[in-house]
């Protein structure tokens, strides 16, 4: 969400509101819409600590069980790769870069940003996924860029674009091939999920700002409108594409994964650069998610799947990727509907421990039982707290922080679950990149009064970069 300069009455999903606005939202945290008496101290303060202290407990164990490497493996105590099998992109240190900025733990980012310089080797002769290198490494080397002002970094995150940029320009379609030789250019993967095809312009769009060419910008939104282009006659896309046909590979409509991010990116292409095209294919298309996909079940609201061409109900699970969108409603101009989607995921976690990964929500039993440490629900806590101002999104987060705390915290940081219905939990062993970048960044955010943190004009990208708004 942008906060300055508003094209619409709320922000974006990942623009925070503005100090201006967030100080009535804090006051009345405290008072007529808090929970809090007026006599009892305020735990937010020593709960903001605490994300620091937890934060530098699990990048200590990184940095000693697994530096440079993509992951930790915090229960085996090693790390592993993420990108490349046997080749490291120092995917940690990239995602973890802004948090460290912004917790001022300065001789971290001062380490990492050495790594980056010295050891990082987008040289090599190996496929990446083209998404995940956008969203994370490009999207953390901006954001380090932003907070650093170190032009090496900069310089990197326009190597790696450049790299990348083959399977955008090599598809006939303008929609991106998968995967990507970094070292050759060489393509594979033509039939993509949206979210792949669609994630990008944030980034793209952003180094075409600062570095006066449009080629990365340009390719974003023509990677966009190739999905667009091809929505069906009631105004619904399918989950995957095939990049060298354009024939729809997955005709299901969801908001589920694959696509998620494809529609978070139309609105944050329309806020970040007031791009016109953007804003009105979002609203088509928006428009009819709302009018085909949206289900109220027992007063809460859910995002079935549907055939994208009959608009007839295929499914009815959800994902909790998908508790972002409650955020982006709410961005959008369908607040109401943002807080419903949201009180539906908070009834979830009145069920289980822990959210899972895909829920059966007319039964509401867990169809997948993991927990990868998701970020997406805390996500959506920070933009409807700001948004609106009331405390029940900063508790939300607050009780999802002493839930992970409880069930995913091990010797050397946290991990993800494999099982949230075993008793005991079945733990994993991993943390993932995006627990440095998304989940403690939200918290942080949530808790602290962050002085490097401008909340009044701001953008915060999918994966959680700060791509504007650091100071
Ligand atoms: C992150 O990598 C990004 O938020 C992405 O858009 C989807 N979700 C994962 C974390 O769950």
Same mark, same amino acid.
């Given at each position: 969400m942008t906060n300055h300069a508003r094209p619409g009455g709320l922000t974006r999903r990942r623009m925070i509101g503005g100090l201006a606005s967030i100080t009535p939202a804090v006051a009345m945290a405290g008072t007529a819409a808090g929970t809090a008496s007026?006599?009892?101290?305020?735990?937010?303060?020593?709960?903001?600590?605490? +994300?620091? =202290?937890?934060?530098?407990?699990?990048?200590?164990?990184? &940095?000693?069980?697994?530096?440079?490497?993509?992951? %930790?493996?915090? +229960?085996?105590?090693?790390?592993? *790769?993420?990108?490349?099998? $046997? $080749?490291?992109?120092?995917?940690?240190?990239i995602e973890a870069l802004d948090t460290l900025y912004l917790m001022e733990l300065d001789s971290e980012l001062n380490a990492g940003v050495e790594w980056v310089r010295n050891d990082l080797r987008l040289d090599q002769n190996a496929p990446v996924q083209v998404f995940e290198?956008?969203?994370? %490494? +490009?999207? $953390? %080397?901006?954001? /380090?860029?932003?907070?650093? =002002?170190?032009?090496?970094?900069? *310089? &990197? /995150?326009?190597?790696? /674009? *450049? &790299?990348l940029l083959p399977a955008f320009h090599r598809s006939p379609t303008g929609a991106p091939y998968r995967y990507v030789n970094l070292s050759t250019g060489e393509v594979r993967g033509t039939e993509a999920p949206l979210a792949e095809i669609g994630t990008c312009i944030a980034e793209f769009g952003e180094l075409s700002r600062i570095t006066g060419d449009r080629k990365y910008f340009d390719? #974003? =939104?023509?990677?966009?409108? #190739?999905?667009?282009?091809r929505r069906s006659r009631i105004d619904l896309v399918g989950t995957t594409l095939n990049v060298e046909t354009g024939a729809w590979a997955g005709r299901t409509a969801t908001l589920d994964p694959p696509v998620d991010s494809f529609y978070e990116y139309l609105w944050d292409g329309w806020t970040l650069f007031g791009d016109h095209d953007l804003k009105a294919w979002y609203d088509k298309l928006t428009a009819a998610v709302l009018k085909r996909l949206a289900e109220r079940r027992a007063g809460r609201l859910w995002f079935r799947q549907a055939d994208m061409t009959t608009g007839k109900a295929t499914g009815h699970n959800q994902s909790e990727l998908t508790a972002f969108y409650a955020g982006l409603l709410a961005q959008s101009g369908h607040l109401a509907d943002g807080e419903r989607y949201h009180d539906a995921w908070t009834a979830v976690l009145g069920k289980f421990r822990l959210p899972p990964e895909y829920l059966d929500y007319r039964t509401m039993k867990a169809v997948n039982p993991a927990y990868p440490l998701r970020p997406e629900y805390a996500d959506s806590c920070l933009f409807l707290w700001l948004a609106t101002g009331k405390d029940r999104y900063r508790a939300r987060a607050r009780d999802l922080y002493s839930r992970q705390k409880r069930h995913c915290k091990v010797a050397n940081g946290y991990t993800v679950v494999d099982d949230v219905t075993a008793s005991p939990m079945r733990l994993g062993d991993l943390t993932p990149g995006y627990w440095y970048s998304e989940n403690m960044k939200y918290y942080?955010? %949530?808790?602290? =009064?962050?002085?490097?943190?401008?909340y009044t004009d701001n953008y915060l990208s999918t994966e959680g970069n700060v791509l504007k708004g650091l100071r």
């Open positions: 007026a006599a009892a101290p305020d735990p937010y303060p020593a709960l903001g600590a605490d +994300v620091v =202290k937890e934060f530098r407990t699990a990048w200590d164990s990184y &940095r000693r069980l697994a530096w440079g490497r993509d992951e %930790l493996r915090p +229960v085996s105590g090693s790390g592993s *790769d993420f990108f490349i099998p $046997g $080749g490291t992109l120092g995917l940690t240190i290198a956008i969203i994370r %490494l +490009v999207g $953390g %080397l901006l954001s /380090a860029y932003a907070a650093t =002002k170190d032009r090496m970094l900069l *310089d &990197r /995150a326009r190597e790696l /674009a *450049d &790299r390719a #974003a =939104k023509k990677a966009l409108k #190739a999905v667009y282009d942080y955010l %949530l808790f602290a =009064k962050a002085s490097r943190f401008d």
